[in-house]
């Protein structure tokens, strides 16, 4: 004798389907009552992302390639060390401060290092100062070598503590042979303030972590100079 099958749904079957039905009725209740609502939202940020892409390639791209043009003259300027014009321009050209007044860093952060270097070599050290802390880098290189420049300007500035802070920050920013050069600078003002103890630390590790550099060649008359004005 045949089983006959059941096409009678269980309770909990029939719940579900139920709450299924129900969640799409309430969508459709929400998208009929929201629907000027949700096409004018799609429809703005369409439109605000067609101006974002208008404005990158109508202006900004454009802006862009023009401030670089103007840049190149002032980088051959610099590269030559005619800081002068490098930071003014010569008349026909921008110079870096006439490029961050036009474009800010629209070339890129770098216009903000040279724009500090040539104030530093040009004796205008608050100003350089003021550039070179907007200079931002991924290179870790650079980034420490325009730390070294703020310091190289606060001791233009008689602002040794200042100028070690940099020069410490500059040398702990990578760990590379560069680092050997921000720890003498350091010890050498260290000195001047009569902290013997801590300019021979930094010659220390000069000779310790960094042996094949330049400032390593003759650290040793640092330290032995230091260690016998230490025990008089």
Sequence with gaps: MSKKKTSAKSPQK???????AQAISKSEEFLNKYKKHIIYTVAGIVILL??????????????????????????????????YLALNGD??????KDIIDEYKSITGQAVYFYAGVCELQLGNYEQAIDYLKKYKAGDDIIQARAWCNIA?????????????SWYMK??????????ATYYKKAGILMEEKSNYSGALEMYKTIKDKY?????AYDIDKYISRLEILMQQ
């Design 14 to 20: 029939k719940e579900e389907q139920a709450k299924v």
């Design 170 to 179: 500059a040398a702990g920013y990578s760990d590379n042979a560069y680092a």
């Design 91 to 96: 008349g026909n050209v921008l110079g870096f």
């Design 50 to 83: 067609a101006l974002v892409f208008g404005y990158m390639k109508l202006i900004r791209e454009p802006r862009r390639n023009e401030a670089l043009a103007q840049l190149f003259p002032a980088e051959q300027y610099f590269r030559v060390d005619s800081f």
């Design 152 to 164: 190289d300007a606060y001791a233009g500035l008689d602002e040794l503590d200042n100028a070690i």
């Design 211 to 215: 042996p094949q550099t330049i400032e």
